[in-house]
């Protein structure tokens, strides 16, 4: 019944679209004006726009091939990235790359008032924010120690996480916060445009 809805409302508008040619005309436009603007938009900001780093031409990303002979399904495979243990092997054998980092990203709710708030977390090694050339404005960046298991697990807040979640208070550094209900971070603050 819905298909014979359509149909039927698609022969009227064609039939209104005939009968006034001048309006017809202009709404074609407008879809295709509307149509290219949104196309140039999104390939301005995928493939034009430089990203907002130095050096950004230099960056890479590792991915790796899995042939057919070594999957369990016997087709290759290519993976994003790699596991953040073999970064860290890789970070000391290799002469090739100046940095060698490990990112992800993940979704955790902090806690503290009367409800939480959810927030994107992006869990990053230590050598980020010298690849990137870009440093905390209050605070320190991640070290190698960070990256040890059983250490401290130290965040690095974005400028509006910490407008918005400590009112911009530079005794934020140090503080311990919570996500999710458990474990423990220490503060510290990045200047980041979201």
């Given at each position: 019944?819905?298909?014979?809805?359509?149909?039927?409302?698609?022969?009227?508008?064609?039939?209104?679209?005939?009968?006034?040619?001048?309006?017809?005309?202009?709404?074609?436009?407008?879809?295709?004006?509307g149509a290219?603007?949104?196309?140039?938009?999104?390939?301005?900001?995928?493939?034009?726009?430089?990203?907002?780093?130095?050096?950004?031409?230099?960056?890479?990303?590792?991915?790796?091939?899995?042939?057919?002979?070594?999957?369990?399904?016997?087709?290759?495979?290519?993976?994003?990235?790699?596991?953040?243990?073999?970064?860290?092997?890789?970070?000391?054998?290799?002469?090739?790359?100046?940095?060698?980092?490990?990112?992800g990203i993940?979704?955790?709710?902090?806690?503290?008032?009367?409800?939480?708030?959810?927030?994107?977390?992006?869990?990053?090694?230590?050598?980020?924010?010298?690849?990137?050339?870009?440093?905390?404005?209050?605070?320190?960046?991640?070290?190698?120690?960070?990256e040890q298991?059983?250490?401290?697990?130290?965040?690095?807040?974005?400028?509006?996480?910490?407008?918005?979640?400590?009112?911009?208070?530079?005794?934020?550094?140090?503080?311990?916060?919570?996500?999710?209900?458990?474990?423990?971070?220490?503060?510290?603050?990045?200047?980041?445009?979201?």
């Open positions: 019944m819905w298909l014979d809805d359509a149909r039927r409302d698609l022969q009227d508008a064609a039939r209104t679209l005939r009968a006034s040619p001048g309006f017809t005309a202009v709404v074609a436009l407008a879809l295709g004006v290219n603007t949104a196309v140039f938009s999104v390939v301005k900001a995928v493939l034009l726009q430089p990203l907002a780093v130095a050096h950004a031409d230099r960056l890479v990303r590792v991915y790796e091939n899995v042939p057919p002979a070594e999957s369990p399904d016997g087709r290759p495979h290519r993976f994003n990235g790699m596991f953040t243990r073999d970064v860290l092997s890789a970070r000391g054998r290799t002469r090739a790359l100046s940095h060698v980092m490990a990112h993940g979704i955790v709710t902090l806690a503290g008032g009367s409800h939480g708030v959810r927030l994107s977390l992006a869990p990053v090694t230590s050598e980020m924010f010298a690849m990137l050339d870009a440093y905390p404005i209050l605070g320190r960046p991640f070290t190698a120690d960070d298991p059983g250490g401290d697990r130290i965040v690095i807040l974005s400028y509006s996480a910490w407008q918005r979640y400590f009112a911009g208070d530079s005794q934020a550094i140090g503080r311990s916060i919570r996500f999710n209900g458990t474990g423990r971070f220490s503060a510290g603050i990045a200047l980041d445009a979201d």
